[in-house]
């Protein structure tokens, strides 16, 4: 059992999602660090985040770039 979720940890990524997010007519830039396992799940991640923190819906972010990190080698 410990071998099968361990196979499924080493396959989470990290990525980085910079955007900007219009609230109240401004843009507002950002930059957020997000760890899933698609590309996908990290933006679903993202938008929930963004509109559990700001309130803001999917409309009202835009997405500029998604970019993989590399995996800091553990010590």
Do not use: C
């Amino acid at each position: 059992m410990l071998g099968k979720r361990a196979s499924t940890l080493s396959q989470v990524r990290r990525f980085k999602i910079t955007g900007e997010l219009r609230k109240g007519g401004d843009k507002l830039p950002f930059t957020k660090d997000i760890r899933a396992i698609k590309k996908e799940d990290a933006l679903q991640h993202l938008y929930s985040d963004m509109g559990s923190r700001h309130k803001a819906r999917r409309f009202e972010i835009t997405v500029k770039q998604i970019e993989e990190l590399p995996e800091p080698e553990a010590a």
